[in-house]
Each structure stands twice: as structure tokens, then as C-alpha cells.
């Protein structure tokens, strides 16, 4: 019952975002549809950390990198001549997966605060690469100058691009989902609940962190390629430690280790971001007392509170 | 010519190594003994900075001010944590990174209601305007000078109060094995009140001194936040000893990474790619540092936790 359930809500609220951007252009409400497009691309950035954190058990305050990496490698390749989506995104999703790789390598020899701090090292380090990287724009960051192409489709309409998102969007959470019921993905939960007992069990736990911190790497990756095609610009900005910061709390209000978390966590900030900036130039005060709100009263994040619904249900 | 400008570069590192160590201290302590990532650190710093510039303007003394502006903090500090934080203690620490992440934004909101956009200005005191010679025919400004000896002083200070008092005793025990000092019987939330209080009166001390240097702007803590989490990370959370250290390796490879690595790196490299890659490792140099440090001491070179 609670399964079809929930697999009809998934089906509405799928259609409802297919349909959404037609609906709001008729209104006139096309600011909307990049608003929306944004959302989800931050819900991919969020969902491929839900990887590490909710799956993997953790706590990488550096995830903004990848996503960062990803947003150069189609820029500086775009500036060199490269547009097209077929050779620009993958070498976004290779540039963060590889970094992930590296990075991961080391900073997985360490636990608990330690990892947090030595992810974040590593993103402070790409990100005074990029801040002295002048051939491409330095501190002051660099314009994509033209759009990704893809043969077929032209991406510079907004409807077009909002629906190829939703649809990696949407690809990525499949595979997140079948990735968490897989072998590999209850041998990540076990190494996150008892990492002693698998390696007695037998399991090369290192190799299984790594890989998983590697392929959050590469669609953090994806996300950058896509975010740098919406904003038209990438800026060591989107690699600050704020950044990495701002992807943790989308995850943790959204629900850490709930597939749709990161999606939820996206949403929920960045609109709730935009209405309360409609009413004060403070709004981060308000964002920032939501989500102490959030930390005390509600500290498994919106999902919980759909989750408690279900059961109750 | 080159040895002096080795001295008063070395000297700049040894000032911003010392103000380092005012943030880290503080930090690690909270960090260790609390078992609690404070990402706010930073937003007390900015505060106390923001209160020593008002105080200042309000009394016409930057020394009158000086001790104002700490106790202030220290007491929003204190309230901070018996009000908010210590509910924290028992959480994980995403939770505390959330938390705390969200007690920026506020607090960088509020300072923007109160002080408005626009940076503050702090002057140095009258008496400390000046150059003094510390070797004959290397003037050094004297406010710097100043900064260096409140810091040794600080670090004495408080090298003392750790190894030979009684609260230096129970924050060493709490450090090292925190339920054992609960089972004792140490009265763990007068003594966590404490501690914040006083890491908070440190983080106005630095942003009293750094004030006059750097300028006092929202988001001032943020920057300076992330170098002291390295400080007490390299140094191994919870040792005050391992902070000192940590806070002079970090200051003096950054300042004397940015003054002498592009210079050096001409000597092995061309010209061209001296001057790019030259500020590009400087910047990277503490990151690179701590990344390594991790890699074969992964609880840091002072580990307080056995």
C-alpha cells in the first residue's frame, strides 16, 4: 500500500515538473523556469553528496570542488573552441571523478573530524588554483562564451535545458536508487554502520569508500557542467568552503541517506531563499534561524516529516 | 638587503602566526573538550572586531576599549553557548556544522543591521604609530611589534594557566578523556561556559590587533576561520601546544611562501612559469602542508586524545 502510494506521488509530482515549464511560460512566468532549473541542478549537486554522506557515512566538506571542476572543464574548454555536449560534459563528469579519485585517496586514510577537515583542505587548495589560474580569468572568473551544443536540441532555450536537467536529473536519482539496493550499495550502509566487522567480514572497505567518494565525484561533476550552462559564468566563488557548506545543509534539510534529500534540501533553500529575499534584504538571518529551527526540532530534515506522515498513514 | 627583508618578512609571519594561534586556541579547546566543530568561531571574532571599533570611537581609547570589547565577547560568547551550543554537545557533528553554519548567516545579518554595509575603521593607538629599530637600520612599524608581544605574552599566559592551575588541569582532562572528568565529578558545564568565554575574549584580543591591519567587514571571520581550523588541525585537536605550533608553521610558510616563492622558484624554473606557478603555491602552500601532515600524522603532530 505505502509503496504505491508513494509510487504515485512520484509519478505526480514527475508530471507536474514536465509540465511545469510549459505552464509557467503560458503565464508569463519564464524567470520561473530558470529559478526551477537552478533548483534541480543544486538538488543533483545535493544528491550526488547524499551519496557520500547519507550511503557512504561521510562527511566531506569539500563536495563543492567536484562541482566547481566540473563548471571550469566545460568553461575553459568551451573558451579553447570545445562545445559540444558530447565531449564537454563527460570531460566535466571525468575532471570531477578524477579529482574525487585523488583526493579521496588520501583524505580516506583519515577519520571523522579529520576527513572533514582534510576534504576541506583540498577544495581551499583548488580554489587558490583558481583564484591564480589568470589565462582563465583568475579571481574575477570566466564567462562560458558560448552555450554546450547538442546536436538536435538548442539548449539556450530555457524550457529545453529546464527538461534535459529534469531528465539527467531524474536519470541520476535512478541510478542513485538502484546503486543504494545493489550489492555495492549494502556493502557502503554496512561499512557506514560497522566498518570493523566488514573488514573482518572480509571486504576491501577502502576501495568501496573510494569508489563511491569517486562516483559522487563525477556527478558533482555533471552538476558544474550544467550549473556553468545555466549561469553563463563560473567564478572560484562556486568552490568556496560557503559553497560546500551551503550543499551540506541543502542535504541535511532535506533528510541525509533519503534518496530524494537532496532534492527536497534543494528546493526547500533556494525557495525559500527567493521568498525571503522578496521580503527583506535580511534574508539570511531568516535562512539562518530556519535552519537552526531545523537542527533542534526537526533534525532529520523535511524528509522525516514525510516520513512520520507515512507512517502514521 | 636581502637578509632584512628576510627579517621583517619573518617577523610578519611570527605577527600573523601569533594572531593565528589568539583564534586557534580557542578553537581547539572547544574542538577537543567539547568534542565540537564551531564553524561560529569566525562570527565571535567579527563581532569582537566590530565591538573594539565602536568601543574605540565611543571612548576616543584604543586602550580603554580593548578590555571592554573582550569582555563583551566573552559574554556573548558565554550566553551563545549556555543558551544555544550546549545543546549541540551530544549531537553529531553534522548537526553541529549546521547549526553553527546557520549562526554565520545570523550573525552576519545582524552586524549588517547594526553596523550597516560599509566597512568600520579602527586605528592603531597614537603611541604605536611609529617605526622602531629592532636591529639598527630596520625600521619595523611598531604596531606590529606590539602584536608580536601581546601574542608571546598571550601564548605564555596561557601555557601557564593549562600546565600549572586547576582549571588548566580539568580543560587538559577534558581534552584527553572527556567522560572520565564527567565520572570525576568535574562540574563540566561551568567549566565549558568558561572556556567558551574565554576563547571568545581571544577572538576580540585578534580582532583588536588584526582591526587596524585588515579592515573590519562582514565576512571577515570566514577566511580566517578556515586557517585556524588548519592551525588546530596540523597541530592535533584539543593541544593547546600543538596550536602554537601549528599557528607559527602556517603564518610563516604563508607569509614567507608569498614573499620568497616566486623569487626562488626562478632559480630551478623560466621566468614565465616561476611568476605563474610562484603565487599559485604560495596560496596553496598551508592547504598542501596540512594535506600532508594528515597523510602521515593523522591526528595531527600533538594529538591531546592518547
Given at each position: 500500500m505505502a509503496l504505491s502510494r508513494s509510487r504515485t506521488a512520484l509519478a505526480l509530482v514527475l508530471a507536474a515538473t514536465i509540465a511545469f515549464p510549459f505552464l509557467a511560460e503560458a503565464a508569463g512566468g519564464g524567470y520561473y523556469v530558470g529559478l526551477m532549473t537552478r533548483v534541480m541542478i543544486y538538488a543533483l549537486a545535493a544528491t550526488s553528496l547524499n551519496l557520500v554522506l547519507g550511503y557512504?557515512?561521510?562527511i566531506s566538506f569539500g563536495h563543492a570542488a567536484f562541482f566547481g571542476a566540473g563548471a571550469y572543464a566545460v568553461a575553459i574548454l568551451a573558451q579553447e573552441g570545445v562545445?559540444?555536449?558530447?565531449v564537454a560534459w563527460p570531460m566535466a563528469i571525468a575532471a570531477g571523478a578524477a579529482l574525487a579519485l585523488v583526493i579521496g585517496a588520501i583524505s580516506l586514510r583519515t577519520r571523522g573530524l579529520y576527513f572533514i577537515m582534510i576534504t576541506l583542505a583540498f577544495a581551499q587548495m583548488l580554489y587558490y588554483f583558481f583564484v591564480s589560474l589568470k589565462a582563465y580569468g583568475g579571481e574575477d572568473g570566466i564567462n562560458l562564451v558560448v552555450r554546450s551544443r547538442l546536436p538536435g536540441l538548442d539548449l539556450r532555450d530555457e524550457t529545453t535545458f529546464y527538461l534535459l536537467v529534469l531528465a539527467l536529473l531524474a536519470g541520476c536519482l535512478y541510478l542513485l536508487g538502484r546503486l543504494a539496493a545493489s550489492r555495492f550499495g549494502a556493502v557502503l550502509r554496512g561499512i557506514r554502520e560497522n566498518e570493523a566487522r566488514m573488514t573482518a567480514l572480509g571486504y576491501p572497505t577502502y576501495r568501496?569508500?573510494?569508489?563511491?567518494?569517486?562516483?559522487?565525484?563525477?556527478?558533482?561533476?555533471?552538476?558544474g557542467a550544467l550549473i556553468v550552462n545555466q549561469h553563463g559564468f563560473v567564478s572560484p566563488?562556486?568552490?568556496?568552503?560557503?559553497?560546500?557548506?551551503?550543499l551540506l545543509i541543502m542535504l541535511i534539510l532535506g533528510g541525509v541517506g533519503w534518496l530524494y534529500g537532496g532534492v527536497a534540501g534543494a528546493a526547500a533553500m533556494l525557495l525559500l531563499e527567493e521568498v525571503l529575499s522578496l521580503w527583506t534584504g535580511y534574508w539570511k538571518l531568516g535562512l539562518g534561524l530556519v535552519l537552526l529551527f531545523v537542527v533542534l526540532r526537526a533534525p532529520g530534515g523535511v524528509g522525516s516529516w514525510f516520513a512520520r506522515g507515512n507512517a502514521r498513514g | 638587503m636581502s637578509a632584512l627583508l628576510l627579517l621583517e618578512q619573518g617577523l610578519n609571519g611570527l605577527q600573523f602566526g601569533l594572531m593565528l594561534f589568539l583564534l586557534a586556541a580557542g578553537l581547539t579547546l572547544v574542538f577537543g573538550i567539547m568534542d565540537m566543530v564551531n564553524l561560529a568561531h569566525g562570527s565571535l571574532y567579527m563581532i569582537g572586531a566590530y565591538l573594539m571599533a565602536t568601543l574605540a570611537q565611543a571612548t576616543?581609547?584604543?586602550?580603554?576599549?580593548l578590555p571592554l570589547a573582550m569582555a563583551a565577547t566573552a559574554a556573548v560568547g558565554m550566553a551563545l553557548e549556555a543558551g544555544l551550543l550546549r545543546r549541540l554537545y551530544e549531537r553529531d557533528h553534522l548537526s553541529q556544522v549546521l547549526a553553527t553554519f546557520a549562526l554565520i548567516l545570523i550573525a552576519n545579518d545582524l552586524v549588517r543591521m547594526i553596523w550597516g554595509p560599509q566597512a568600520l575603521l579602527l586605528d592603531a593607538p597614537r603611541a604605536l604609530a611609529g617605526t622602531i629599530?629592532?636591529?639598527?637600520?630596520?625600521?619595523?612599524?611598531?604596531?606590529r611589534a606590539f602584536i608580536i608581544g601581546v601574542g608571546l605574552a598571550v601564548a605564555a599566559a596561557l601555557y601557564w594557566m593549562i600546565v600549572h592551575t586547576r582549571v588548566g588541569a580539568l580543560v587538559r582532562a577534558g581534552a584527553s578523556n572527556r567522560e572520565m572528568a564527567l565520572a570525576l565529578g568535574v562540574n563540566v558545564k561551568r567549566l565549558f561556559t568558561l572556556v567558551f568565554g574565554l576563547g571568545a575574549a581571544l577572538c576580540a584580543l585578534a580582532g583588536a590587533m588584526l582591526g587596524p591591519l585588515l579592515a573590519v567587514q562582514i565576512g571577515m571571520g570566514e577566511s580566517i576561520l578556515i586557517q585556524a581550523f588548519v592551525v588546530v588541525v596540523i597541530g592535533g585537536i584539543g593541544s593547546i601546544r600543538g596550536?602554537?605550533?601549528?599557528?607559527?608553521?602556517?603564518?610563516?610558510?604563508?607569509?614567507?611562501?608569498?614573499?620568497f616563492l616566486p623569487v626562488l622558484l626562478r632559480g630551478f624554473l623560466s621566468n614565465n612559469i616561476a611568476d605563474a606557478l610562484g603565487p599559485t603555491l604560495a596560496a596553496m602552500a598551508v592547504y598542501i602542508l596540512m594535506a600532508a601532515v594528515l597523510y602521515w600524522k593523522p591526528t595531527g603532530l600533538f594529538a591531546a586524545r592518547g
Open positions: 557512504g557515512g561521510m562545445t559540444s555536449v558530447w568501496y569508500r573510494l569508489a563511491c567518494f569517486t562516483i559522487a565525484g563525477g556527478a558533482a561533476g555533471l552538476a566563488g562556486l568552490l568556496d568552503w560557503t559553497q560546500s557548506g551551503t | 576616543g581609547s584604543f586602550w580603554i576599549a629599530e629592532i636591529i639598527p637600520g630596520a625600521p619595523y612599524p611598531a604596531f596550536a602554537l605550533v601549528g599557528a607559527l608553521l602556517v603564518g610563516m610558510l604563508d607569509t614567507i611562501g608569498r614573499a
